[in-house]
């Protein structure tokens, strides 16, 4: 059965740091890989979207990458920021197949 | 444009029961999905519906059921209550194309007794 890890369940880094999250995943081809943030009490928020054939993406302070060869996907933050405080989530999917969630990582950015 | 919505934000109801939760997504997106998030398994995906008709299915028992309305509104059942169905049940809107990023929102925190 399809599988999501998500490297660790708890990531503490000191502020201005880059945070980098990992996502692995087995048994499953993904077109289509996201990621999420998600506050305590409330629902995710979508980040990015990375398609297959993308070995990269940027918005502001965050990059995606996408190895479909090693399964993987990193998650950066850079300049990290208290703020940046949440649980992040990897998902994936195929064109209209439902989004497959990891378990999240909880990142903890330290003053 | 509002967000969707989601009621009751939380419940308490005892085994055996059966409970109805209700979402609004954003106008304009045809698909609805519903999860289950609880620690230990993460968020689990339960079913989606697209144009009142359900398009996917996740791997819970025939006790969780969904509707989808004309409005695109949807609603969630679920029956004969049990203690491990405690969990924030969130709701998610998209526009249904193939390449979409879901909406969600706040859920509704279930607590079974």
């Known amino acids: 059965s399809q599988k999501i890890e998500q490297n660790s369940e708890a990531l503490n880094i000191q502020e201005g740091k880059t945070a980098t999250l990992t996502c692995n995943y087995t048994?499953?081809?993904?077109?289509?890989l996201q990621w999420y943030r998600q506050d305590p009490g409330r629902g995710p928020v979508f980040l990015l979207l990375i398609r297959e054939n993308e070995k990269e993406k940027r918005k502001e302070r965050l990059k995606v990458t996408f190895d479909t060869t090693l399964k993987q996907s990193l998650f950066h933050i850079t300049a990290s920021q208290p703020a940046d405080s949440a649980t992040y989530l990897c998902?994936?999917?195929?064109?209209?197949?439902?989004?497959?969630f990891g378990k999240g990582t909880r990142l903890s950015v330290i003053a | 444009k509002a967000g969707v919505t989601q009621t009751p934000r939380y419940l308490i109801k005892t085994r055996g029961q059966q409970v109805t939760l209700s979402c609004s997504p954003i106008s304009g997106h045809r698909s609805v999905s519903w999860y289950q998030q609880t620690p230990g398994q993460g968020l689990q995906f339960l079913f989606e519906?697209?144009?009142?008709?359900?398009?996917n299915k996740g791997n819970f028992p025939g006790r969780f059921s969904g509707r989808q309305f004309s409005n695109s509104r949807s609603e969630m059942n679920v029956s004969t209550l049990e203690l491990g169905d405690s969990a924030l049940y969130l709701c998610a809107s998209s526009t249904g194309t193939s390449v979409y990023e879901q909406f969600f929102g706040p859920g509704t925190r279930l607590t079974v007794l």
């Open positions: 048994n499953y081809s993904p077109a289509y």
């Open positions: 519906y697209f144009s009142e008709t359900q398009r």
């Open positions: 998902a994936l999917h195929s064109g209209n197949t439902p989004l497959v």
